[in-house]
């Protein structure tokens, strides 16, 4: 069974979405009791990722200065600069532009980790980096909103949001994925939860995507006459910042495991991180948390394609494939 449902995985992941959308638009009612759950299944489901990377491994990506600079590069110069331009195209609405600017301008930290694994991605290296990327963004957002909007938004801006995620959804599974293997080596209790988690892996994911999707797809539908103009930026920007993450890491000579991780962290951003943020706005900037949850959604769609093109793609067979960074 276990085998059969990684060959089907990205089948799987659709079908998860599709069911999510059913129950969401079928019984709007379930969104908001659905929503509290959205924290503890990605926990979940990055903790029994966390317990495939050993803890040794992360520890040497920091080393991968290489790596880091791509990734700091691709998404604190490059993607600014695709996002301001994509963002021209609602600036003469606050509300959707402030929307646009705080999605797009934070990259993922969290269940992009899982998706690179899935498409045999350098999940490692980018775990190594998220302190690194979770604290460049708390600084630079509000740098990069003053600069991009004259939208009143700076003052509700708080860094808590992005603090209790990255308690909550990196370092917290992180210790205990990291405990559990050390315990593994001599408890069998430990062991077990060890060998069962790659098993339980397509399953969670199946579940945080159709509880994000039915928890949030009701209030996007409700406001899509308000939200259409945002769908063309949100699809186009994977579609441009995943080539331009490849391109920075053929560029740095990085693996291909590095060039597929810098692919999703080039494309997939800080949503659910940035959902509380949006939600404390004021109340002429209502329609800007719907503009970060129709993100989320479109997103999770486009993370599934890319499980499945972006290995075949970026080849670890590729004859001119350059030589893993050592930095």
Known sequence: MAEWAERHQVALYIAAIAVGAAVGL????????????????????????FLGVPFAQVVRGLRDTRMLAVLVGVNFVVVPAVVF??????????????????????????YVIVFVGLADGARDRLLASTPLLMGLQIVLLPLYLWAMTDADVLRAFDVR????AF????????AAAALVQALARRRRPFATIL??????????????LATVVASQVSAVSASAADLWRVVPIFIAFPLIAAPLGVLAARFAR???PGRRAAAFSAATR??????PLALALPASFALTPLVVVTQTLIELVAMVVMVAVVPHLIRASDPTQPRPSRS
């Open 26 to 49: 079928g019984l709007p009612s379930s969104g908001p009791v659905l929503e509290p759950s959205i924290t503890p299944l990605l926990g979940l489901l990055l903790f029994a990722t």
């Open 85 to 110: 331009g994509l963002s021209r195209f609602v600036a003469d609405e606050p509300a959707l532009l402030v929307g646009v600017l705080l999605v797009l301008l934070t990259p993922c930290v969290d």
């Open 161 to 164: 949001p992005f603090v209790e």
């Open 167 to 174: 308690v909550f959804l990196i370092v917290v599974p992180l």
């Open 195 to 208: 060998r069962a988690a790659p098993t339980a892996m397509i399953p969670l994911m199946m579940l945080t």
């Open 254 to 256: 990085l693996d291909a």
């Open 270 to 275: 800080n949503s659910l991180v940035v959902l």
